[in-house]
């Protein structure tokens, strides 16, 4: 980070972000949480390919120049990584950019030593990170205030953000059931020819769609060697078969949760933060 931020002219304006992995307690983690963790750490690695839309996770490093700039952070914010980003951006406009530092950082996965704990605490994780959605509409205001930023950077800036936080709810409905929907509500569908063939070849999809666990397995076994956490030959069958439990676990532990958040966010109710445990 140091080597990044002295060759930047425009540190300055600059966050600075290393992906942190959910690998430290892999394997002392139940199987629910080693999938999400699993998933979780790939993505964040992808990101490091997105240096135009890149917005830092969790944990960064900035100047305090630019904190001060943009008043701190705000009070009333829980995720503020991508708020904070977005505090710099409408002020300074296309300076302000995530750069990506290619290191590995471990952090420890959601953990309680009881699985009802542990799953209750994760479920909650992601209940907060999906507070994230409120960015969207900070985002709107702002875009007003700002004529000094092209009105183009700013739609695409709104884009990314209400792509990725208004699928994160309802992906998991649009690949599962939406190709069967079509005929639910209108029966007379069914008896067309693309009635018929809708639902095969969504199916089709999705089974040609699920060659891509190989490649999360790989990539997770590769990645973990190089932060201490390697397979044995024996647990190779157990991380093969925990994907079969993928569906669920994501409808319970991701879209289920994001959809309580922004409904509670819609509907004002009461959001209460806390804290995730890791033992």
Not at 23 to 30: E, L, T, V
Not at 49 to 55: F, G, H, R, T, V
């Given at each position: 980070m140091t080597h990044s931020y002295i060759h930047d002219k425009d540190n300055i304006y600059h966050f600075y972000w290393a992906p942190v992995l959910l690998?430290?307690?892999?394997?002392?983690?139940?199987l629910f949480i080693r999938i999400q963790a699993t998933l979780s750490?790939?993505?964040?690695?992808?990101?490091?390919?997105?240096?135009?839309?890149?917005?830092?996770?969790?944990?960064?490093s900035v100047s305090l120049w630019l904190i001060h700039e943009i008043n701190y952070w705000d009070v009333d914010i829980i995720p503020e990584d991508w708020h904070v980003y977005l505090q710099a951006?409408?002020?300074?406009?296309?300076?302000?950019?995530?750069?990506?530092?290619?290191?590995?950082v471990g952090s420890d996965a959601v953990y309680t030593r009881n699985v009802i704990k542990t799953f209750r605490s994760r479920?909650?994780?992601?209940?907060?990170w999906a507070w994230g959605v409120s960015d969207i509409g900070y985002a709107l205001r702002r875009s007003v205030t700002s004529p000094h930023i092209p009105?183009?950077?700013?739609?695409?800036?709104?884009?990314?953000?209400?792509?990725?936080?208004?699928?994160?709810p309802i992906?998991?409905?649009?690949?599962?059931?939406?190709?069967?929907?079509?005929?639910?509500?209108?029966?007379?569908?069914?008896?067309?020819?693309?009635?018929?063939?809708?639902?095969?070849?969504?199916?089709?999809?999705?089974?040609?769609?699920?060659?891509?666990?190989?490649i999360y397995l790989?990539?997770?076994?590769?990645?973990?060697?190089?932060?201490?956490?390697?397979?044995?030959?024996?647990?190779?069958?157990?991380?093969?078969?925990?994907?079969?439990?993928?569906?669920a676990i994501s409808f319970f532990l991701s879209a289920l949760p994001a959809l309580e958040s922004h409904t509670r966010i819609i509907l004002k109710k009461n959001i209460t933060y806390k804290v995730t445990e890791k033992v």
């Open positions: 690998y430290n307690n892999f394997w002392r983690s139940p750490s790939i993505l964040r690695l992808s990101f490091l390919s997105q240096k135009d839309n890149l917005i830092q996770i969790s944990t960064y951006f409408y002020k300074f406009g296309e300076k302000v950019q995530t750069i990506p530092l290619y290191t590995l479920y909650e994780q992601e209940k907060r009105f183009r950077i700013k739609l695409k800036k709104i884009i990314f953000l209400s792509k990725n936080h208004l699928l994160w992906s998991f409905f649009i690949l599962t059931i939406s190709a069967s929907l079509p005929a639910l509500v209108n029966p007379a569908f069914k008896n067309t020819v693309l009635g018929f063939l809708l639902p095969q070849l969504s199916g089709f999809i999705l089974t040609i769609s699920t060659s891509m666990i190989l790989y990539i997770d076994i590769k990645v973990r060697k190089k932060m201490n956490s390697d397979t044995s030959i024996l647990a190779l069958p157990l991380m093969v078969i925990q994907w079969f439990f993928l569906p």
